[in-house]
Each structure stands twice: as C-alpha cells, then as structure tokens.
C-alpha cells in the first residue's frame, strides 16, 4: 500500500566504518577549555587524568574530519546496529498533515537509547590503554545501562552515580545495570568529598547530573587505573554519536529523501549532535539548508534562557571551564522525569552552532510533552522515553504548521529511546499528578550567580 | 570480520502476506473440542458466543494450509516486522562450541514480545465484526501489553485481568496497559462470579492463567459486543505466530542455512508453535528432520510430566474441554518468574506433534534459566524475558553438547522477548534470594485429581 516502507534498515555493510568530526567544517570553533585555576587553555595531556589518552585526543582534535571506528567497536555496534529509519506513516495521518515525518530510532537496544553508541567506544579506549575500571554518572539511567553492557563485552569495572531523583523514580536501573555487572551508588552520596559537601550544603537534594559528574569524576582521578567517561556534552561524545546521523543520512539518500527540518531533544547535546552531524555539515558548506531545532525541558532551559558563557561542567566545580551555553553549574533543575535533559549546560559545539545561528531551540512543558508521548505511542507503537518525547513533541509541531501552510515538508526527527523504565512518569501522567516546573528569572538569577569569572 | 551478518533482516515486501495453517499438513488432527456438558464434540457456531466469528473459523479450520493476512494487518505488521534473525558470535565464542547459533528476536517492540503477531489480528477481526470491547487474561504481562497496543490501534475498549502474582511482581505493567487506554484488573478478582468464587475456595491464592482465563471469559460472555481473546494455547494463534517460523526460514534461506535443531520456551504454545510451523511442515512432509526442543519450567512442566487428557482450558470450569497435555486446571504453579508459561494445559496442536514424536521436551529450574539469562545478556546485550530464557538455555546446551562431539550443527532458538519488566526477578537473582520449585509428585496428583472424566 505504501511505497516508502515504514522502517529502512541499512545492511551491515552500509553501516559507517567512519565517525564525522563536525568541528573539521565548522568555520568557526568554540573557545578553548580552561584550566578553572590558571584559565589557561588546556593541552591534551591536561586530560590525560580523567579521560583515557585516546577519548582525550579526540576531545580536542578540531582537524580530522573522518576517525576510523575501531574494529572491536564496529563488531560491538553490529549487535544493535543498523538502528531502523522509520516513517512515521500512522502519525502523518493522524495529524492531517502533508509533510512527511521520519524518525531514526536508536532505542531497540538494552540500553534503551543511542547512549550504547559511545559507551561502546570509551569502554573499548579504556580496555585498550590497560585500564581496569571507569566511572561514570548517569540521570535517566539510560547512560549508566549503556556503560554496563558495554563494560560487560570489554571485561572493565564500572562504578555509575545516578542522579538520586532518577534513581529513586527508577528502581530497576539499579537492577539492570546491577545485572550487568556494574555497581551503582545514588548522588549526592558520602563516597566522594565533592559529595558530602554538597550534602552538607543541602542535605535534602534530589542530585543533578552535575552533582554527578562530579562524584564520578573525583572518585576516577583518586585511582590509578581509572578513567572518567561521560555520555554526553564531550566533543568525543559528539563525535561517536555521528554515528546516527550517518546511517540516517545514507538511509534518507535511499529513499531519495533530504530532510528539510531536523529536530532533536538537548540535554546536553549527545544525541541532537550525532543526528544532525552530516547534515550540518551541508549546511555549514552551504550544499544544503536543512532547519535544525533543538528542543529543551522548559524546566532546564539552557539554550533557551541560558547565558553563552565559560562555566564548570559539574556542581563540584572541579572540571575545566567550557564555554556553552549553561544556567549556571549551580542551577538546581527541578524533577522533571526526562532526567536525561536535566543538565545546566550543553555541548560546547552544539553551544557555537547556536551561538551562530546554525541551530534554533524551543522548550516545552513536562505535561505538553507527555501529551506528544502518549499520542505517538497510541499511533506508532513505541512508548518513547520522556526525554525523545521532547522531540515528538517538536517534530508534531512543525507537522502542523505544514497542515496550516499545506507544505510537504520533509521532518526527521531522532527518537532516542524507550519508556520502558519511565513508567512512573507515564503512571504520574495517567493519573493527572504531573506537574510543570518553570524556574522563575530569579532561580535563574541564582544559577547565573555561580558563573565563574572569566574575563 | 564476518560473513554471515549478526543480524538479518527480510525486506519489507519479504515479510509474509499469509499465515501457515499446520494443521492442513499434520498427518493426524488433534481430538477435538467437546463441549464439557454434553462432551459432544463443538461446532464453529458454538464459539461464537466466546471468540468473534473469523477467529472461530479459524479456530476450527484444519484444511486451509495459508490464511491470508488482513491487509489492515500487514500494515500493522509493518511498524515492527520483520524481526531481525540474529547470529549469536558472541555467544559462540563464549561457549567455544562448533555449533552455529541463531535466534529469531521478538523483543523489538512496546509489548516486549512475539504476542504483537497475534494481538493485532485479533483485535483487527473484533473491530471488523463491529465489537467494541474485548476481554483477555496476561501473565507476565506481554500479552495484555500487546493487546492494549493493538486495541488502541484499532479502536476497542479492553479489559485485562492480569494474574495477581504477576500484577504484583511488575507494577509498571498496569501503566503501560493503562497508557493504550485499556483496564487492568488483578485476577482472581471480585468483579466476577468465578473470580469470587475461587477467592473463597482459597482466599491468598496468587492466581494463574487458568483463573484469569476464567474471569476474562466471564465478563465477555456477559457483554453484547464483546468477546473473548486469548494470546496462547489456541489454534488461531499459532496460525498467526506462524509469521516467526516463516520470516525465519525465509531468512535462514538467504543465508544458506537449515536448522538441525530448533528451541522454543513452552508455556501454552504461542511461540514454539510459530516459530517451528514451516519447519514441522518440512519433518512432517519427510523433506527435512530437525529436531524440535520444547523447554519449559520445571515448576509447571505440562509436558514433561503432564498427562495427554481432556482437560478445562481454565480453573473456573467454564471453557470447552481440549485434548492437550495437562497438569489439571486446579495445579496451582509456583510463583516462578515466567509468569507466561504458569499454564497448566499445552496447546492441542503441540500436544499431538509432541505425543507423535515430533517435538522433544525438557524442563529447566528458575535459577539454571537466569544463569543462563544473565551470561547471555552480558554476551548478546539483550536482556531476556525469563519466559525467553529458557529457550537461551536449551539452546545453549545442545550447543555445549556439539562442542563435545565436535559437530558443527545449526541451533536456532527464539527469544521471543525481553526482561525490562522483570527486573524485580533479576534481582531476586543478583541477590541470590531467587528459590526453584518443583512440584511433588502429591502436588501434580492433586492436580490431576481435578481431571475431568470424559472417557
């Protein structure tokens, strides 16, 4: 009945050999990281002890356009990869509208997301230098999970701090990523010195994944054979999650198909990054024009309400200083379930490409959102996760303001992943308990407080 | 590195437009139904009351060897076939055996499971009949999930009485049935006759299948415009899981693979009856003879030490009697983890092809099957559902057992979903608080006792 089959599935072949390093094309690149102390630039080695040398290499290599995917991750990526390209044809329906919607599902995996992308790739940097054991924080827990199949396959310990809000909404992310061998400990939490000061401070705190960062970056310098790893915001992150954006593109060129609008949830930028990566490129070489928009919790609204300014990648203020756009490392996000968005900065490419008008941003409501999660799945089948629920959300809109226009405008839009361990979020909604939180321009106004000076 | 894919996927357009009717290549047809008062054998027109008219023809139909698939159905189909046919390197290895293991995975989509094959045609031929509601039971929890996505695709109030072991086991299976938009109701319950009736005989019972059967049965047959569906045991539903067993074979072909020996987890039928329907046409029709491994719990082993009998398909005593392999509709299982195969009875159609020395059958403690659940995952990353499990297990043994006689068979096995909804039974297991039940020969006794004479 249909011409375009509802999912493309690339073969195993087709699926990128090469990752996409964006910031080779970008005209201009986001200023330096900064040593907090000195605010000196900061050199490769600087990285040296929290990341392993390889991610720390390509943290900062602004120059190699394509990095070959090492073959134990290629291998690890055929058990969950190709991810399908799936036109949305019962949404486009429902709607009404004349534009043709596609969505690149990267949660048909344990993980439940494209987190297991580039855990893939730092567990197997980490095993590769000799390392014994990695930390990491994770908020929705769909990071964490990632770390811990992949863990798993390269034989390294993990110790995950998960934001304690998510991890009390989610009791079987404990058990899943338990499962997987890994040990999980809730943040805020006495383990670390960056963590009993931040309890100290504020005792009854539901953490955040700044508090988290922090936790798991300390507790990684503290032991020798231990690296720090972080599923989003990184430019390494950025640069393995191109992954997506490749395989989406060369789907969409099968189907003689080029997206005319892109729209991605931002937490901190991991997957809105690696989807729109080779499409950014066309448009920064000026080849192509796709809209980019990005799509924030009105809860956490860092591109929208942020300030484009150096900050600390973490509450305990002992990560180097990005400029990004961020609410500050102080501002405390109120529980909103897409934990995975609750974060106060945001990539520092994704930072400049908006910065630079590259990228539009919109935020949207807990409630609303939950509104575009539960039409879709009633549509499409799949429950999606409250934070890619922020993008069904963004893609719904821009499918209605083509009902309005009558352009048949082709939207793509990254599902990033499953509901499936979110169901108290979706039970809150059932029940109409969800509620919205807005931080007023004075809780803003706190968070700002806590900028560094830089200049 | 590999050249067979670790994963194939059939095209769109390969996916099957018609089921596989066994039956219609069996040498011998299953007893047939007898209505339990007059033990006269029933009529088509006697299931009407029970199941809309399409699935009682269905039902009783054992001549027609391919159903066409409503086309309505094929599009649903779409948003979740093919389901990819994997090659199990990383298990492989692991074991360090010559054998070559696939397995068929039915995980990739909301309901967790292969139950979507089914549901969606049951749900397409009620609407198609102008019903408005429809009753079922859930186990694990799968079923009920499945149909409440294809109800709320099709448009059909549902009510799910879900076994209250499981109900209490899994609470997020009541929010994700309750975000499709249907009811959930713990069973037994007060809501119908026989549920009150089977609360007073034993007021703590954690019920089963057989009691939610009954109640769901009850509230149907007191409706209009409302009937009964059920997502095992049945000949209609292997009739539509027979799409498994045809993508599968289809995909086996293009690889230029056979299977000596397939796997499947047996509760009431649903999936090992799909998954092996084109290749028991080959064993039946002397064209092929691979051997057929059923396996289920050692806590409810119908199979294994059941008893080839006329028995209720439920504890309330209401439904046509069926020939099949029993433990008595009054055995009452353990509360074992996989809750989809608790059933006391055995698909007819199984049944016949296990009692004529078609199939095998094994039975496997809860423990020995999270072992082998939890090393798959680590190795495989997908998390099993512990019904799936089972299969992982017998599969993993055949090909332990080639690894000592050095032959290089074709093992392929389903693992027909995933286990994001049981992590309260993983960790039981991970806390080593996870008990084996297996039922005294006093137990299975009583259990037969309930037996219904018909001889």
Redesign the interface.
Known sequence: ??KI???T?L??DEVPKQWYNMRADMKEQHDPFLNPETLEPLSTEDLYPIFCEELSKQEMDHTTRYVDIP?EVQ?FY???RPSPLIRAY?LEKALGTPAKIYYKFEG???S?SHK?NSAAAMAYYAKNQGLTSVTTETGAGQWGTALS?AC??FGLDLTVFMVKTSYEQK??R???I????AKIIPSPSITTEVGRAILEKNPKTGGSLGCAISEAVEQAIKQEQSRYVLGSVLNQVLLHQSVIGLECKTALEKLGEYPDIIVGCAGGGSNLGGLIAPFMQDKITGKKNPRVIAVEPASCPSLTRGKYAYDFCDTGRITPLAKMYTLGSDFMPSPNHAGGLRYHGMSPILSKLYNDGYIEAISAEQTTVFDAA?KF???????PAPESSHAIYGAVKEALRCKETGEQKTILFGLTG?G??D??A??Q??NKTMNDYIPTDEDLQRGFDSLPKVD
Chains 1, 2 share one sequence.
Not at 377 to 383: D, N, P, S, T, V
Request: hydrophobic residues 35%.
């Open positions: 009945m249909t089959p509802y999912k599935y073969t195993e073959e291998e055929k058990m969950f019962n048909n995996n344990t439940g297991l199949i798993a396959h009791p079987f404990k058990s899943i338990e499962t997987y061998g539960v799945a009633k549509l499409e089948q799949i429950l499953t499936y361990f169901m108290a979706y039970n909604y059932n």
